[in-house]
Structures are given as C-alpha cells and as structure tokens.
C-alpha cells in the first residue's frame, strides 16, 4: 500500500474463497481474447490446477480495498485516444476505442515505459520503447519482451462522468504475474524422467515454461542451465555493468518452487539422444524426455592471436563478468574489440569511468551492416564526441602482460596501444554444438532449421532463440535467424503452445533496442539485404528515423529521439500492410500518426 492510504482499523472477517465469475471467465481465455482450447482439458493427462491466485482474488473483493475516481467527462476521449489520468493516489491509462472505455496499467512492466506514449491498435498498446504488446481487454501481454501483464481496471459511466475503480494495491504494483497451474503429477515421475525438458534458462526457455503453466499444463517441467544463477536479464550487463545478478534477477528461486519449474543449474546437457529420448549432461545424469526445448543461446567467437591467455581479458558472460570490467576500467585504460552492439554499449558505458576507452573493429563504420553507412557515422561522430577513440579496419595480433596481466593491446598495423582490461565483442555463434551426432538437423552454421512452430525435424523436439532459423512472416516467410530477446520471448511461447497441441504459429515483428549516452535506438523489422536508405530528420542532431528498403518495399525502420515511430511501423508491419518506398521519401508521415495521447 502507499503512503496515502489512511491505515484501516482491524476488522474481523470471514472470507469464503471464491473466484468471480468474470476472473474464472478470464482464467479460461488465451491472449487474444479466444477460449483456451486447454481450459477444460487434462492436458498429458493430468488435470488443471491454478494455483492460490484465487485467494488474492477474493481477497481483493474488500471494498477497503479499492479506490474509485471519475476521471474526464465522455466527451474528453475520441476514439483511439489515450489518457494517463489519476485514480486515488495512483494512476491508470484509460483508453476509447469503438466508443468502448477501459483501463490498464499506465506503466509497461518491463523497463516501467509510459504506455500513454505507445501506440493503440487492434485492441491492443504496444509500448514505446520496447514494443511489448499488452490487450487492453485483459491487460495480458501478447508480445514481448517481459514476463508480466498490466492490471485490469474496472470502468463505468454515470452522468457523463468516467469513472475508474482500482485496487489500491493493482495502482501500486502496476503489474501482475498471470494465473499458473501446479504440477499435479510429481510422483509419477522417477528422479531422470520428465514430461517436459528445457536446455537453457534464457528468455525462451523461461517463457516456455511459465506458458505451460499458465496453460493449465499440470506435469513436470525441467529447466537446465550452465549458469550458476537464476535466469537473469542479459542485456543489462553491457549497458550496466555495475549490475548484480540479484540486481537483474528475473524470477526469483520462490517463484520457480511456487510454480513447480524445477530448476537444474550449472548442468550442462553434452549430447542428446533422440530414439530414446534421452539428454546426457556431462556429470553422467540421465534425463528421459516426452518433450524437449532447445534454447542454448550463443557462444561468443574466440580472438586468434597471440597472448589471449594473459589476465583481465573478457568475453562479457556473466554478471562477474560485468561486475569485473567495472572495476577493472575505473580510471584505467580499457579497449573493446569489435564494434559489435554489446562492444558499443559497453564502451559508452565505460566513457565515463575509465581514464580512456579506444574501440578496434575490423569494420570502417560501425553498425554500418545493420544500420547503413549514414546512421554508423553519425553514432561514431556521438562516440568521438564522448572522448572514445577508434582503430577502424584494424585487428588484435597481440596481447602483452606484465607479471601475467593485461598491459598492452598490439594491432597488426602496427600501433600499441596502454590496456589494463580488453572486452572482446567480436561476435558469436550458436551453442549447438552438443547436438553434431544427435540426429536434429543443423546447417553449416551450427543454426537449427525450425518450422513456423519451432519443430525441428524430430517430432517433439523444439527449438527456440538465438539457435534457431525460422521463417519470418514479415519476409514472406524467408528463413532467419533474429537473435533479439524480444524474438526470444515469442519463440518460447509458441513451442509451448505447440508442446500442448495447440496449433500455433510465429507471427511477430522484431523488435531491437540499444541504449548508448542516454540515448536509444529503437529497430523493428528484418532489414537483411536492404538496397537503400531513406532517411527523415536531422542525423547531426541525433533526432531521425531511418526507413530500410528492399526494392520498393520498407522492410525495417530504425529511428532516435523519434518515439514512438518505431512501434508505429511495428503495428503496420504486424497488421500485414506493405509500406512502400514511396510512402516514406515524401517526408510526410502522416499516414502513421493515429489520434495521439493525451495526459494529465
């Protein structure tokens, strides 16, 4: 509870547990709104059990417990508008869309966005800075990234008034935790067997999980990592390096014991048999599957040169890692090798922290690739002007130590340059190579080849994340490899969809962010191949969206200082209408602009 609230005096009451009848309605429904074909079944055979959210449900029916304001008069809204209004001490986002009201959390429970800021479609508030996407019927999250859905408030009209009615503590967390099942079936299963096993505890194989169990699923799920913590938020560590893994900590260990999601840490799965259905980890446990999740990540791609085994030489992993570049940095020489993302961020995080900071790329432009040759130098000309120093088109021949640690960085053209800590962001590679001998297909990358609902080749073995190609809808559904966290989350859930047989496919838009001196750029869209650059704003100025076509057609958009335009095409994109070059060299992009927001 807040501050404001007055402390109600003790009151003796006799709570009879009960579900109302529009929370077990809502129980039953999936994310876009249509009936859950699991809600009445026994999935695997075991039956539903949601577990105690029926007790905060009821304990919610307390009228103390709620708060109620009228917020704006009828006539305030227009259709497809939005208003961060107040709400007794909180605040929500009411919405009009089709003459209808509602209310949700005014805050995206990810990195805490102003929803207001985002883009209202289709039912539905993409968020502005991240693109997660949350109906405003329920308040659950429908794309990513995050884990957690807004609340739901109650919304009613009397005398031309809106009036909102919130629980005190809703208005407080501004997110919730979706109704799970238990496992029901525990004693069912020997010590090495499971219904479900998960290879990895990244995004994708978090979100797999907990969708199980929002689904009803009721047997055993196994999560293994080679991580010593739980799942954690990755890419924090290169835009915050200071960061604890307790600090990024994506669910607790509670949660995992609460929800029944058996977490297996420091395992590492070697080989993977699939005529018995069997994972091998390297400590000789056994575990025999019904189904099973392959969501690795990625290994990164070693340097070759001489002296790599001298101290204070990273590959940023982990949170020590993180925490260990740190203080390493602090008033000391540091050098980044590749101007890959994470090697940009974590440059631009150390500027203000190291005595000096220098990038070495092999590239001439950084980003140049992904973003265009336009856009890489106006982010290299932000980085000069922050004291960061670049060695383009140059490599690491050497390493130098003195009494075995880091003391100079030697490039092949010659030039030496003062290093007391090296982070190396040269780029990574899909961490499959356990599967060589398993009989599940990979290519010459080491990617895994999967369909539009994550199947491999071998029935009941899905993948997941940076391992995988997948066909990418927005691309007429070409095979890809997308390897953001918010393509993660998504694949994650529609392999658990697809676990319980509900026929599911991926169709979600890329969503990708990076964060450098405070500022961020936003991407959506799969710009692989583009031809040609349209650009709108002012590159000097840091304030422009860039539009990436493929002949005639956008096909991604990057944008800084231009919320929320990216999430805007993300709708478009989504909503399948085809953008065409001609639509964004005008300069008028009108066509995208909705009704707006207002605020309060």
């Given amino acids: 509870m807040g501050g404001c609230f007055s402390k109600p005096k003790p009151v003796e009451?006799?709570?009879?547990?009960?579900?109302?009848?529009?929370?077990?309605?809502?129980?039953?429904?999936?994310?876009?709104?249509?009936?859950?074909?699991?809600?009445?079944?026994?999935?695997?055979?075991?039956?539903?059990?949601?577990?105690?959210?029926?007790?905060?449900?009821?304990?919610?029916?307390?009228?103390?417990?709620?708060?109620?304001?009228?917020?704006?008069?009828?006539?305030?809204?227009?259709?497809?508008?939005?208003?961060?209004?107040?709400?007794?001490?909180?605040?929500?986002?009411?919405?009009?869309?089709?003459?209808?009201?509602?209310?949700?959390?005014?805050?995206?429970?990810?990195?805490?966005?102003?929803?207001?800021?985002?883009?209202?479609?289709?039912?539905?508030?993409?968020?502005?800075?991240?693109?997660?996407?949350?109906?405003?019927?329920?308040?659950?999250?429908?794309?990513?990234?995050?884990?957690?859905?807004?609340?739901?408030?109650?919304?009613?009209?009397?005398?031309?008034?809106?009036?909102?009615?919130?629980?005190?503590?809703?208005?407080?967390?501004?997110?919730?935790?979706?109704?799970?099942?238990?496992c029901t079936g525990q004693s069912n299963y020997s010590a090495g067997v499971t219904s479900v096993l998960i290879i990895g505890a990244g995004p994708a194989g978090l979100v797999c999980a907990e969708t199980l169990r929002q689904e009803g699923f009721g047997d055993r799920i196994v999560m293994c990592t080679v991580d010593k913590h739980q799942p954690y938020d990755r890419p924090k560590l290169s835009k915050s390096l200071e960061s604890t893994a307790e600090q990024i900590t994506l669910r607790s260990k509670e949660f995992f014991q609460k929800y029944d999601i058996e977490l297996l840490k420091e395992k590492e799965v070697v080989t993977v048999d699939i005529k018995t259905k069997t994972a091998i980890f390297r400590d000789g446990l056994k575990m025999v599957y019904k189904n099973l999740l392959i969501a690795t990540g990625s290994s990164p791609k070693l340097l070759n040169c001489k002296g790599t085994d001298v101290e204070n030489v990273f590959y940023l992993r982990t949170p020590e890692d993180a925490n260990c570049i740190a203080k390493l940095a602090n008033n000391k020489n540091a050098i980044?090798?590749?101007?890959?993302?994470?090697?940009?961020?974590?440059?631009a995080y150390l500027a203000e922290k190291a005595h000096s900071v220098s990038v070495v790329s092999q590239e001439d432009i950084p980003f140049r690739k992904a973003l265009g040759e336009k856009v890489g130098r106006a982010i290299m000309k932000m980085f000069d002007n922050n004291r960061i120093k670049f060695y383009m088109l140059n490599e690491v021949s050497e390493f130098r130590g003195q009494q075995g640690k880091l003391k100079e960085v030697v490039l092949?053209?010659?030039?030496?340059?003062?290093?007391?800590?090296?982070?190396?962001?040269?780029?990574?590679?899909?961490?499959?190579?356990?599967?060589?001998?398993?009989?599940?297909?990979m290519d010459s990358k080491g990617f895994i080849p999967v369909s539009k609902t994550m199947q491999t080749n071998v029935p009941g073995v899905f993948a997941a994340g940076d391992v995988v190609t997948f066909p990418l809808a927005l691309r007429s559904n070409k095979k890809v490899n997308v390897p953001h966290w918010q393509m993660a989350h998504m694949h994650g859930r529609i392999a658990a969809l697809n676990m319980l047989g509900q026929a599911t496919e991926i169709n979600t838009v890329p969503y990708f962010w990076t964060a450098m001196f405070g500022k961020s750029i936003r991407y959506a869209g799969h710009g692989e191949g583009f031809d040609s650059v349209i650009i709108q704003g002012d590159l000097d100025k840091l304030k422009f969206v860039a539009f990436y076509t493929k002949s005639e057609e956008v096909i991604a958009v990057a944008s800084m200082n231009y919320d929320p335009i990216v999430s805007k095409v993300a709708e478009v994109f989504g909503s399948g209408r085809t953008i065409r070059k001609r639509d964004v060299e005008t300069g008028d992009m009108s066509w995208l602009i909705g009704k707006?927001?207002?605020q309060l």
């Avoid at 919304?155 to 503590?169: C, F, L, M, Y």
């Avoid at 980044?336 to 440059?347: F, K, L, Q, T």
């Fill in 13 to 182: 009451v006799k709570i009879e547990v009960v579900v109302p009848e529009k929370e077990k309605e809502r129980g039953k429904m999936s994310p876009n709104g249509m009936a859950s074909p699991v809600a009445n079944c026994k999935p695997n055979g075991t039956m539903k059990h949601l577990c105690d959210e029926s007790l905060a449900l009821s304990a919610y029916q307390n009228p103390r417990d709620f708060v109620e304001a009228a917020v704006c008069h009828v006539r305030d809204l227009e259709n497809g508008q939005m208003r961060e209004v107040e709400v007794g001490g909180g605040k929500a986002l009411l919405i009009k869309e089709h003459g209808e009201y509602s209310a949700i959390s005014h805050k995206c429970p990810h990195y805490g966005a102003p929803l207001v800021k985002g883009v209202l479609s289709g039912g539905r508030v993409r968020c502005p800075w991240h693109g997660a996407c949350f109906s405003i019927a329920t308040g659950d999250i429908e794309d990513f990234p995050g884990l957690d859905s807004l609340e739901k408030f109650q919304v009613r009209v009397e005398k031309d008034k809106v009036i909102i009615r919130a629980n005190k503590q809703a208005l407080q967390t501004q997110k919730r935790t979706r109704m799970m099942s238990k």
């Fill in 336 to 347: 980044v090798v590749g101007a890959s993302y994470v090697g940009m961020e974590v440059a």
């Fill in 596 to 598: 707006g927001t207002q």
């Fill in 412 to 441: 092949n053209s010659g030039k030496v340059l003062r290093a007391d800590v090296c982070i190396i962001g040269t780029g990574v590679s899909p961490a499959t190579s356990f599967l060589k001998h398993s009989g599940i297909n």
